[in-house]
C-alpha cells in the first residue's frame, strides 16, 4: 500500500503564488508516475501534471503551462508542485496521485492511477 499526503494549500490573490508538497510513504515503486490533479466544484476531476519517478519529463496541462512547475525528491519521497501566476480559475481541491509508470504518457487517465491522498484546498480570488 502507499500512501499520500499532501499540504500546502490555502488561499492567494490572483497572481500569487502557492507550493504544494505531497509526502509518500509505504511502498514506494521506483518505475512510478506521480502527478498532481485538482477538481473544482460541479466539476471533472482534472490532471494538472505528472512526473516518472525514475527518469523522463514532466508533463502538463495546457491550462498550467508556463506557469507551474512539478518537482520530485526520491531520496525524501516527496512531489512538490509549484503554483505561480495563480489565476481564480485554478480555484479547486488539488490531489496527489501515483500509478504505474505508463500513467505518465499522454493522455493521462485519472483510473490509471491507483493511489490518492485526501487532497489539498486551494483557493485563488480576484
Known amino acids: 500500500q502507499m500512501h499520500l499526503e499532501e499540504t500546502g494549500g490555502g488561499s492567494v490573490q490572483a497572481g500569487g503564488s502557492l507550493g504544494l508538497s505531497c509526502a509518500v510513504s509505504?511502498?514506494?515503486?521506483?518505475?512510478?508516475?506521480m502527478a498532481w490533479f485538482r477538481q473544482a466544484p460541479g466539476t471533472e476531476r482534472e490532471y494538472v501534471a505528472g512526473?516518472?519517478?525514475?527518469?523522463?519529463?514532466?508533463t502538463y496541462a495546457d491550462s498550467v503551462k508556463g506557469r507551474f512547475t512539478i518537482s520530485r525528491d526520491n531520496a525524501r519521497n516527496m512531489v512538490y508542485l509549484q503554483m505561480n501566476s495563480l489565476k481564480p480559475e485554478d480555484t479547486a481541491m488539488y490531489y496527489c496521485a501515483a500509478g504505474g509508470l505508463f500513467a505518465c504518457v499522454p493522455p493521462q487517465r485519472e483510473e490509471d492511477f491507483s493511489y490518492w491522498g485526501q487532497g489539498t484546498q486551494v483557493t485563488v480570488s480576484s
Open positions: 509505504g511502498y514506494t515503486d521506483i518505475s512510478a508516475c
Open positions: 512526473i516518472p519517478t525514475s527518469s523522463g519529463n514532466p
